[in-house]
């Protein structure tokens, strides 16, 4: 009936129809071509066709009910569901609700679309980010584009930025004036030079349009400030110019601105062109403008703003100096400056200005003009007129005195008696004086006469070292001064020392002795510089006083000999005391002149009291002047410790040597300090083994730097033995003292005995290296010694052992002695022991904590080879990581057995424990592994070794003679 729709609402009432799979079937095909795909394709799902049901959902845009139905049937098919769901939604224009379900299918660039279509930019941008970078600079650039129509600047930066578009940025701001931001990115992104085409061209732009201050900002921005103030001056903008230059180029500012004070001076701009004379600190060419201009008003405005009154002044001046006549004097006096312009003119040599002012009002200034005006007149040479204004003046006295100085005495003379009788004196003097300055003395001494002044002609003789003719002058002229003057020529002229003799001995022969003696003692080094002549005077004053004044005896030996001492005549000083019986100032005459034995010999002899003052004197001055040579028969310890101080040890050695006692031990101690401070340890080591040791607790701590400084030292060859057999040798004596002294069995002691056996065993390997059949020794002793790591150097230590065990093929042992060597060798660069792994030494007698040594044994190029060493066995299967183990399953270089508790001795030869086979000897606190003693015996006899026997040598030494030998020597 076509009624399909009215079909399916029945069946949908009647159960028992629904059941019908066929007549559902029908009647949903029959609704699908009715074009009701929903209801259909709801009927082809009750009759359990899902795929017909799919489909008709599918036509009838049903995508709710499609996504439903595949969840279930066909969950594969959810996913492009959700995206035809999405497509159709796109063509009903549904953009914002199409973009969850692109989103459900994983669509991003569709939901990017719809978010776009949609306006939903928000969502765009984090669907957006989510993308490749490569799959999103499109995208992000359509984001930019929005936000910059929407004019939100920073938002579309940020996103052509992510669309690595930063030129659209820059346009972007160019178009809307933002210039410093499109600047910002440009400088990233564009050539320097383009950047600055743009901007100096926009800035031209600008600058056509009247928009200055815009162009300004554009030339800025490229760092073009010259063109910015090239602009404004072409706009005659001069502020902002100004403002430019000042911020720009601070050190032109002032030429900038006289510069364009010119300019504007020129085009009659005066108050523009003032402002700028001003702030070009140049104040006074704005006032010469306006001078120029005859703008007298505005010219002492300036001057008397920016100089002060004085400026005023100067500028009214010259103004009233233009106007002349009556007008200059009402200015002047206007501004109250009538006589300071009078006194300006005479200064500045206007003195027809200054004339013409005074002769109108200040007439009592003339004078003072004219005498003023006759100096100038004379500085410029010219006389006759400048008499002539000193007479108009009223001052030919000055005229008189002008002709003197230039010693026109004619002149002088004529002015004089015309005009100034009284100078008429003056002008004779003047004549004399030049007379005798040509020494033309009869001619002034008239001149003088003449004047009246014949105390001016004895002056000028005495001047001249002229005393008779002064005398004479004194006698016939002024004899009421005769005796002041005989007075002062006996002060004067003086006497020399010839004539102080001679007076001296006319004194002697007519017995006034105590004159002579007053004579002599007048001759002093002022006036004698001949020494031997002047002690041989005081000396004569001394006699004389001795022998005929006894009462001045004293005061004159004292005064005699402090002269004497002054020119270092010492010797005559002390003996000239002596004369008085003052003994003590005579030895300290004697001393001071350092005449020490004579000074010695008189305390000794004749004043006992004064013995120890002299000695103590005479040590201390050899201290002084360190001299211990001579101090050695006074003051032996004192010359002991000036040789120390100077570093001449042999001698110091060489006295400390005769002294005996504990001062050599002493001195060898400070000696062998200093050359272990100055990195001559073995130097001291040779030292104690010239002069023995001593058990001086002080001395310990000096005998432990020699050893570690000793152990610490790369030592090979027969130097090597030599150097360590000696250390032995001093140790050994050391011991013996020790175990004879109070510290016997003390911590030192027992201290002194471990570094024995160290410098033994040292000495020992050292031996045994020039010896082949010894090798396994060698390895033996090294090994040992790295139970006293805590003492040694620990990685010099494990170096030499891994050394010596890959020597004889000892593998195991050479690998992990080498990787405790290149442990600690970063131990020591990191300062640091804590890291160190000790896994490979426990249950043996090696020590974990040990003091690392300031720097590396070997160089890095040494320890290279080790690690590629161990590198490469450490690739061999048949190498392990282990110390080999002996009878008592321990380490077998252990003297300590863990799991017995039992301690053995070790080895004279090796250091190993000794277990069974042992060789003893008559001293019972040692012994040898018999193995290893009968292998060195045997070597040392077939070879004759000279280090070898002299190690067998110290063995019988120390440990005595074996009970048992195997071998012995003949």
Known sequence: AGLPAKAAHLVMQHKELSNQTDLLQQIASALVKAGLYEKGGDLFQQAHSSQAAMEAYRKGGAFRRAVELARVAYPTEVVALEEQWGDHLMGQKQYDTAITHYIEAGQSQKAIEAAIQARQWSKAVQIVELLEPSSSLGYFQQIAQHYASTR????????????????????????????????????????????????????????????????????????????????????????????????????????????????????????????????????????????????????????????GANAANQVAYLWAKSLGGESAVKLLTKFGLLEAAVDYATDNFSFEFAFSIAKVALKSKLPEIHVKYALYLEDEGKFKEAESEFIKAGKPKEAVLMYVHQQDWDSAQRVAEVHCPDSVADVLVGQARSAFERKDFQKAETFLLRAERPDLAAKFYKDADMWPDALR?????????????????????????????????????????SRAIDMY???????????DLLQHTWEKAVDLALKFVPARSVDVVVLASDRLANIGRYVQAGELYLCVEMVKEGLDMFMAGEAWEKARDIAKNIAPRYEQYVEDAYVEYLKQHNRPDEMRTVDPDGALKMYAQAGNWEKCLELAQKQGGGILDKYVALYAADLIKSNAAISALHLFGKYGASPNPQNFNIYKRLCMEVYTAQLDGSSGYSTY????????????????????????????????????????????????????????????????????????????????????????????????????????????????????????????????????????????????????????????????????????????????????????????????????????????NKEDWNKFVMATKMSRSEECLDVWRFLSKWCGAPVTPAYSFQ
């Open 521 to 531: 003692l007048q001759l002093t080094t002022q006036s004698c510089s001949d020494h």
């Open 473 to 513: 002058i004194v006698k016939d002229y002024i004899p009421h001064k005769l005796d002041d003057f005989q007075r002062e020529m006996a002060t004067k002229s003086g006497k020399n020392y010839e004539d102080l003799l001679a007076q001296g001995q006319t004194w002697e022969q007519s017995g006034e002795y």
């Open 152 to 307: 939100d600047y920073p938002l579309a930066e940020e996103y052509y930025l992510k669309a690595e578009l930063p030129q659209d940025a820059v346009e972007m701001y160019t178009k809307v004036n933002r210039w410093e931001d499109a600047y910002r990115i440009a400088v990233s992104c564009m050539p320097k030079e383009e950047i600055r085409e743009l901007y100096v061209s926009r800035a031209g732009e600008m600058e056509d349009q009247g928009k200055l201050r815009e162009a300004e900002k554009l030339y800025v921005i490229v760092e073009e400030p010259d063109l910015a103030i090239s602009m404004y001056k072409r706009h005659k903008q001069y502020d902002p110019m100004v403002r430019l230059m000042a911020a720009y180029h601070e050190d032109l500012l002032v030429d900038t601105h006289l510069h364009l004070a010119k300019e504007l001076e020129s085009e009659g701009q005066h108050r523009q062109a003032e402002h700028h004379f001003v702030e070009g600190k140049d104040w006074k060419a704005a006032v010469s403008m306006y001078r120029a201009k005859s703008l007298w008003d505005d010219a002492c405005r300036v001057a008397k703003t920016h100089g």
């Open 725 to 928: 057999a000696e250390l032995r040798n001093v140790l050994c004596q050391l011991v013996e003292e020790l175990s004879q002294s109070p510290d016997a069995g003390s911590l030192s002691h027992r201290d002194f005995e471990q570094q024995l056996l160290i410098a033994h065993y040292l000495a020992t390997r050292a031996a045994c290296q020039g010896e082949q059949q010894l090798e396994t020794i060698v390895a033996k002793i090294s090994t040992s010694l790295l139970r006293h790591t805590a003492i040694i150097p620990a990685d010099k230590a494990f170096y030499e052992a891994g050394m010596h065990c890959k020597a004889v093929g000892w593998e195991n042992m050479a690998f992990v002695f080498f990787n405790r060597f290149l442990d600690l060798s970063e131990a020591i660069e990191e300062g640091s022991i804590d890291m160190l792994d000790n896994s490979d030494f426990t249950e043996t007698d090696i020590p974990f904590e040990v003091p690392l040594p300031e720097h590396p044994f070997m160089p890095e190029d040494k320890r290279e080879e080790v690690k590629e060493w161990v590198l490469a066995v450490s690739m061999d299967q048949q190498v392990e990581q282990v110390l080999p183990s002996d009878e008592r399953g321990t380490y077998v270089a252990s003297l300590n057995c863990p799991h017995t508790q039992v301690t053995s001795l070790p080895c004279v030869i090796t250091g190993y424990p000794v277990l069974r086979q042992r060789v003893e000897f008559k001293n019972g606190d040692h012994c040898a």
